[in-house]
C-alpha cells in the first residue's frame, strides 16, 4: 500500500470513528433531555414530643402546624422533585422551569426549617450549655442579649411569614442571627441551629396577632440540647 493509500485509509477510518462517537453522544443526549432520574423521596419526621405538654403552645396548634403545613410541604417537596426529573430539557421552557425551580427552593427550606423548629421544642425546656453557650456569649455578648435580638427580629415580622434563624456562619466562624420573610430567603452557607417558625399558623390560633407573646412562648420552651447537637455537627463542616 502507497503513503497516500495509508493516508486516506487513516483519514476515512478517523472520520468514521467520529461519526460514530457523534452518533453515541447524540444517543447519549437525547434520552438525557427526557428520562426521568431517580430522586430520593423525603419522609416527614415524626413530632419526637407530645405536643400536649409544650408550654404555652397548645396541642392543637403544633399537630395542625406539624401534620396540615409541614407534612404537607414534604408531599409538595417529593412531587415537585418527580416532575423536574420527568422534564424534557429540549421542550421545556425557562419559565416553567424556572417556576419549578423557585417553588422547589422554597419547599425545601421550609421543610428543612420545620424540621429544625418542631425539635427545637421541648417538653421540658433547657438552657444552653456548652460550647453553644460559650459561642453565644462570644458573638452576642451574653446570652440575654442574643434573646433580646432574637425576640425583636421577631417582632418586626409581623406580617404573618418569615423565619428567625439562629445559624453557625463557617466563614465567619461565628453565630448570626438571620431574618427571612419568606421561605425562599434562607442565607448562603450558614447552618441552621435553632428556627422560630414566623409564618401566621405557628400562633394564630393560640394568639392571634399577638407576636410578642407567641416569640415569649417559643423562647421558653427551646430544647438547647438539640441547637448544641447542630453546632457540633456544623463546626465540622
Ligand atoms: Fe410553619
Excluded at 439562629?166 to 461565628?174: D, I, S, V
Amino acid at each position: 500500500m502507497t503513503d497516500i493509500s495509508r493516508r486516506s485509509l487513516a483519514a476515512g477510518a478517523g472520520l468514521l470513528a467520529g461519526a460514530l462517537a457523534f452518533g453515541t453522544r447524540a444517543q447519549q443526549m437525547a434520552p438525557q433531555m427526557a428520562t426521568a432520574i431517580p430522586v430520593p423521596k423525603i419522609t416527614p419526621k415524626p413530632l419526637v414530643i407530645n405536643p400536649d405538654k409544650v408550654k404555652g403552645l397548645s396541642g392543637d396548634l403544633l399537630r395542625s402546624h406539624h401534620d396540615g403545613v409541614y407534612a404537607e410541604e414534604v408531599k409538595k417537596l417529593n412531587a415537585i422533585g418527580e416532575e423536574l426529573s420527568k422534564l424534557d430539557l429540549a421542550q421545556v421552557t425557562p419559565q416553567k422551569l424556572g417556576d419549578l425551580k423557585r417553588d422547589e427552593q422554597a419547599a425545601h427550606n421550609s421543610t428543612l426549617l420545620h424540621e429544625i423548629y418542631f425539635d427545637g421544642l421541648s417538653e421540658a425546656p433547657t438552657q444552653p450549655s456548652g460550647l453553644l453557650a460559650q459561642a453565644l456569649s462570644r458573638d452576642f455578648g451574653s446570652f440575654d442579649r442574643w434573646k433580646a435580638e432574637f425576640r425583636l427580629i421577631g417582632e418586626s415580622l409581623n406580617a404573618g411569614s418569615g423565619w428567625v434563624i439562629l445559624a453557625y456562619a463557617p466563614r465567619e466562624k461565628r453565630l448570626l442571627n438571620h431574618r427571612t420573610e419568606n421561605d425562599s430567603m434562607a442565607p448562603a452557607g450558614s447552618v441552621p441551629l435553632l428556627a422560630m417558625d414566623m409564618y401566621e399558623h405557628a400562633y394564630a390560633a393560640d394568639y392571634g396577632t399577638d407576636t410578642a407573646k407567641y416569640i415569649e412562648a417559643f423562647v421558653q420552651a427551646i430544647k438547647w440540647t438539640s441547637a448544641e447537637r447542630l453546632y457540633r455537627e456544623a463546626m465540622r463542616v
